[in-house]
């Protein structure tokens, strides 16, 4: 399977879910709006994320005279796509020496995700450091230890309980000597005290910004797609506390919950830079919003979607 049919797979139950609402009507009336409406709200993409799709609906709707449901189709389509948007400088990182601190709950992904991305951006011909800055979650830097050496990157990490700022000195110190394109963080996980959190992750920026001044600093926080709301109510919460550059979406590979990555990138305007479909390396992807649309709506049309199915197989 291409990355676009895993993809289309862990979106099916969303996907299925959308397509009843166009089959089970032709007519365009109040039932048809409240039963989008609830749909869209089932997959979690969140009442005013809703909200918006369907007034802007209505709106298009009346304006260009359309009376049958299945012509609703292409509107819904280019009203999520406007939800999400990746600006064109999303992935300057790429150009630049960078510290990427990676932040997140305990069990989304982060670690696994911190070494899909070195495995990636190594296999580029890019140089790569990874940093075990999360000292306090039992078995955290051997895992991360394990995925440097698949990856076949440089690790800093020092002993369980360090201190994860004194991880983060080393770790940039060694990216400058050594003129690393990308120094990946791992960091803690928990949602404790915010203050805490602040001041935790205000600390390692200030070390980064005296031993490495000269380098991009970029925050990205790992959320789970299958817990909906839950990833969109963390995501809030540590943007409370911090500057978040980007989203990495995690486990969409068998989720009701396909409306969370529009939901997201709707209500806190930070873009989903990667989504993960798998657990395989390259099951980790940069994000495609018309990808992304086109997964949710493939079922829809038999003919379009063999078409996306060739293209994918080319493609890979």
């Keep these: 399977m291409g990355f676009f049919q895993r993809l289309k797979e862990g979106l099916r139950k969303t996907s299925n879910s959308l397509a009843n609402v166009f089959k089970s009507t032709t007519q365009i009336d109040d039932d048809f709006y409240d039963e989008l409406e609830e749909t869209l709200i089932s997959a979690d993409m969140g009442f005013e994320t809703t909200e918006k799709v369907i007034d802007d609906l209505k709106e298009k709707v009346e304006e260009l005279g359309i009376k049958d449901a299945e012509e609703c189709k292409d509107l819904v389509m280019n009203s999520l796509r406007d939800q999400m ?11 630049a020496k960078t510290v990427m601190l990676i932040i997140g709950v305990n069990g989304v992904g982060k670690t696994t ?12 011909g890019r140089s790569v450091i990874v940093a075990a800055a999360d000292t306090f979650r039992a078995g955290a830097i051997e895992q991360l230890r394990t995925w440097a050496e698949r990856a076949e990157v440089d690790i800093i990490a020092h002993g369980e309980g360090a201190d994860p700022s004194a991880v983060v000195h080393d ?6 000597a050594r003129k690393t394109n990308l120094t990946l963080i791992d960091t803690a996980g928990r949602l404790h005290n915010k203050k805490n959190l602040m001041d935790e992750l205000a600390k390692m920026r200030r070390v980064i910004s005296k031993e490495y001044p000269e380098c991009y600093v970029e925050t990205m926080i790992v959320l789970d797609g299958s817990t909906g709301q839950n990833a969109l109510e963390q995501a809030r919460q540590f943007s409370s506390v911090t500057e978040i550059n980007g989203i990495i979406l995690t486990k969409l590979d068998g989720t009701a919950k396909g409306g969370i990555a529009v939901a997201i990138q709707s209500e806190l305007k930070v873009p989903v830079k990667y989504i993960g479909v798998g657990e395989k390396i390259d099951d980790l992807q940069k994000f495609d919003p018309d990808e992304y649309i086109k997964a949710l709506f493939a079922d829809f049309d038999l003919k379009s979607d063999q078409e996306i199915m060739a293209e994918d197989i080319i493609n890979d």
Excluded at 85 to 90: E, S, Y
Excluded at 113 to 124: D, E, P, V
Excluded at 171 to 176: D, E, L
């Design 113 to 124: 995700s911190i070494g899909k991305l070195a495995a990636q951006y190594k296999s580029q």
């Design 85 to 95: 948007h990746v600006p064109d400088n999303a992935y300057c990182f790429e150009d």
């Design 171 to 176: 770790a940039v110190k060694a990216a400058k």
